[in-house]
């Protein structure tokens, strides 16, 4: 990561969440994890002036109470919020779910491989990525 | 479809508006399943297959993290467990590829099946000692490329997994059967016994325990439904100790040659 401001993973699953964890640690990507379970609470940490905001978020799509594409629709209108790299982690494969999150604007969208050792290599190449990219400062 | 015992040519007779009416009905109905199956499929795909994953993940881990304080015995289980979790794998792609047979409706191709069957033997790449002969020129057919492939790499792949003799062959011809195409996949393996002639195309049987092949029991299934969707035919002739030979029949669509 080009920087060390936090990652925020938004996901329900706590075994998929697990899995982002136990590769942030394997790839010794510093950037502190944070983890919240649906949209709403993803919207709740980041308006809260308490917490970093983070460089990067990885968005699950199937979430209960607010999944990430309605997430996204409200993320993208805030200005504060907008600039946020979300790269979308996902099992879902369907076209509408790929359309709905361009047309909102992510940086990426990724399949989770069941392969746990094939899931390190995404988060690999995410973090490989966003070290070359410019990532937009907090302000 | 016979109401209340109205004969066939009374419900042909009727005003034609009803016939219509009926026509809009059945096929609203014949959606409505289609979509249904697709949500099925669906469910399959996506949300058994999760909590699958998830198992296999956390089964990985455990043998990762506590392989020092996991015995042999322990070792095992795990490695019981995540067998077990590939066959489901399996068994869920079975459904899946099942579920897509006629569903989706593909355009034919032009399918050169000599090219075809050397992709599929390259792929396969059968053991050392088991030769796929293929004893005449076969013809390009107007066909969904993916379900030839399917079908003959099902029927070489089962003809090659149950062969029993260091020496196996395994035969295919094409017969020019005038509105049709008639070919035959034959090896010199164990043969089946004829009682089981019916049971091996039905979905998920297996006539070896699956311990001994990791078979889902799937693709016989696969190639019959593909062949029965393009209008051809079936069937199996064998004995135990004669070998096996797979007869299929496809019809001629206008581009074949």
Same mark, same amino acid.
């Given at each position: 990561?080009?920087?060390?401001?936090?990652?925020?993973?938004?996901?329900?699953?706590?075994?998929?969440?697990?899995?982002?964890?136990?590769?942030?640690?394997?790839?010794?990507?510093?950037?502190?994890?944070?983890?919240?379970?649906?949209?709403?609470?993803?919207?709740?940490?980041?308006?809260?002036?308490?917490?970093?905001?983070?460089?990067?978020?990885?968005?699950?799509?199937?979430?209960?109470?607010?999944?990430?594409?309605?997430?996204?629709?409200?993320?993208?209108?805030?200005?504060?919020?907008?600039?946020?790299?979300?790269?979308?982690?996902?099992?879902?494969?369907?076209?509408?779910?790929?359309?709905?999150?361009?047309?909102?604007?992510?940086?990426?969208?990724?399949?989770?491989?069941?392969?746990?050792?094939?899931?390190?290599?995404?988060?690999?190449?995410?973090?490989?990525?966003?070290?070359?990219?410019?990532?937009?400062?907090?302000? | 479809?016979?109401?209340?015992?109205?004969?066939?040519?009374?419900?042909?007779?009727?005003?034609?508006?009803?016939?219509?009416?009926?026509?809009? +009905? #059945?096929? =609203?109905? *014949?959606? $409505?399943?289609?979509?249904?199956?697709?949500?099925? !499929?669906?469910?399959? /795909?996506? +949300? #058994?297959? =999760?909590? *699958?994953? $998830?198992?296999?993940?956390?089964?990985?881990?455990? !043998?990762?993290?506590? /392989?020092?304080? #996991?015995?042999?015995?322990?070792?095992?289980?795990?490695?019981?467990?995540?067998?077990?979790?590939?066959?489901?794998?399996?068994?869920?792609?079975?459904?899946?590829?099942?579920?897509?047979?006629?569903?989706?409706?593909?355009?034919?191709?032009?399918?050169?099946?000599?090219?075809?069957?050397?992709?599929?033997?390259?792929?396969?790449?059968?053991?050392?000692?088991?030769?796929?002969?293929?004893?005449?020129?076969?013809?390009?057919?107007?066909?969904?490329?993916?379900?030839?492939?399917?079908?003959?790499?099902?029927?070489?792949?089962?003809?090659?997994?149950?062969?029993?003799?260091?020496?196996?062959?395994?035969?295919?011809?094409?017969?020019?059967?005038?509105?049709?195409?008639?070919?035959?996949?034959?090896?010199?393996?164990?043969?089946?016994?004829?009682?089981?002639?019916?049971?091996?195309?039905?979905?998920?049987?297996?006539?070896?325990?699956?311990?001994?092949?990791?078979?889902?029991?799937?693709?016989?299934?696969?190639?019959?439904?593909?062949?029965?969707?393009?209008?051809?035919?079936?069937?199996?002739?064998?004995?135990?100790?004669?070998?096996?030979?797979?007869?299929?029949?496809?019809?001629?669509?206008?581009?074949?040659?």
């Amino acid at each position: 990561m080009k920087d060390t401001r936090p990652i925020l993973l938004v996901e329900d699953d706590k075994v998929d969440a697990m899995a982002v964890t136990r590769a942030v640690k394997d790839l010794n990507i510093r950037n502190p994890l944070q983890t919240v379970g649906d949209g709403e609470q993803a919207l709740e940490f980041l308006r809260n002036p308490d917490n970093d905001l983070p460089c990067l978020i990885l968005l699950d799509i199937n979430m209960p109470r607010m999944n990430g594409i309605e997430f996204l629709k409200i993320a993208k209108k805030d200005e504060k919020l907008r600039r946020i790299p979300v790269v979308v982690l996902t099992t879902s494969k369907e076209d509408h779910d790929k359309f709905d999150s361009f047309d909102l604007g992510v940086a990426g969208y990724m399949i989770k491989p069941a392969d746990y050792l094939k899931f390190v290599e995404v988060v690999r190449a995410v973090d490989y990525y966003w070290t070359i990219s410019e990532i937009p400062s907090g302000t | 479809m016979n109401e209340e015992g109205r004969q066939p040519e009374q419900m042909l007779s009727d005003d034609p508006t009803d016939l219509e009416t009926r026509c809009a +009905d #059945l096929k =609203a109905q *014949l959606e $409505a399943s289609n979509n249904e199956l697709k949500e099925f !499929a669906y469910i399959i /795909s996506h +949300d #058994l297959r =999760a909590p *699958l994953r $998830a198992v296999s993940q956390l089964a990985g881990w455990i !043998a990762n993290d506590y /392989s020092g304080v #996991l015995d042999e015995e322990g070792k095992d289980l795990i490695n019981l467990l995540l067998s077990r979790i590939d066959r489901m794998e399996g068994l869920i792609q079975g459904i899946l590829e099942y579920s897509r047979i006629g569903r989706v409706k593909e355009k034919g191709q032009r399918v050169d099946l000599n090219s075809l069957l050397g992709d599929v033997v390259d792929t396969i790449s059968p053991p050392e000692g088991i030769q796929v002969i293929v004893e005449t020129q076969l013809p390009t057919i107007m066909f969904e490329y993916e379900h030839a492939e399917q079908m003959f790499q099902h029927l070489v792949d089962n003809a090659v997994k149950f062969m029993d003799k260091p020496e196996g062959e395994i035969r295919i011809r094409a017969e020019d059967g005038g509105d049709h195409w008639k070919f035959s996949v034959a090896d010199n393996g164990p043969g089946i016994d004829p009682t089981s002639h019916d049971k091996i195309f039905q979905i998920f049987q297996t006539l070896s325990p699956r311990d001994e092949s990791e078979s889902t029991g799937i693709g016989l299934t696969l190639v019959k439904k593909i062949v029965d969707t393009s209008g051809g035919d079936i069937w199996v002739e064998s004995e135990v100790g004669a070998g096996t030979t797979f007869f299929l029949t496809l019809p001629k669509k206008g581009d074949d040659g």
